[in-house]
């Protein structure tokens, strides 16, 4: 008779949290992962390697996560984070995939060309007009004068 071994399996939510056996392997049918025991009260998680993810179609800021690798942590350096959380790491507003900058480092930051061009970081002199495309994905700025002054 052939011997076989099963790993435990069952929903992520059901995995044990105690007297588990050093070694011994918990897949989740709901989740697809596995997870291997440490110790009595301790699981880690056995990564799929990167190059065999699926990419993801659309992107739901307040649930779709993104892994980071702290490299500072201790023990398991993946982190995960929400798009809209990471979004506002870098500033940048949660309806939006526009950047934001700032003048200084430290500084207040906000778009180049803010609404009209008179509110953001990057301002007009009354010589110079600003027009926005239909799409939004460029602007042209027009110049009135260019005085090089005199020598």
């Known amino acids: 008779m052939a011997k076989r071994v099963q790993i435990k399996r069952g929903l992520a939510a059901n995995r ?7 070694g011994e392997q918990f897949f989740t049918t709901d989740r ?3 997870d291997v025991a440490t110790d009595p ?31 500072d942590a201790t023990g398991v350096k993946e982190k995960k984070i929400t798009v809209d959380a990471f979004k506002t790491a870098l500033n940048i507003p949660a309806g939006s995939s526009d950047e934001k900058a700032a003048v200084i480092s430290g500084g207040t930051s906000g778009y180049l060309w803010g609404t ?3 509110d ?5 002199g009354a010589s ?3 027009t926005k495309s239909a799409g939004n994905d460029y602007v042209t700025l027009e110049v009135d004068v260019v005085d090089c ?3």
């Open 16 to 22: 044990p949290n105690s007297g588990m056996l050093a």
């Open 32 to 34: 697809h992962t596995l």
């Open 41 to 71: 009260t301790t699981r880690a998680g056995v990564l799929p390697e990167i190059d065999a993810l699926t990419a993801i179609g659309a992107v739901t800021g307040a649930s779709d996560l993104l892994i980071i690798h702290d490299a």
């Open 116 to 118: 009209n061009g008179s």
């Open 120 to 124: 953001g970081i990057l301002r007009m």
């Open 128 to 130: 110079m007009a600003m």
């Open 149 to 151: 002054g005199t020598f």
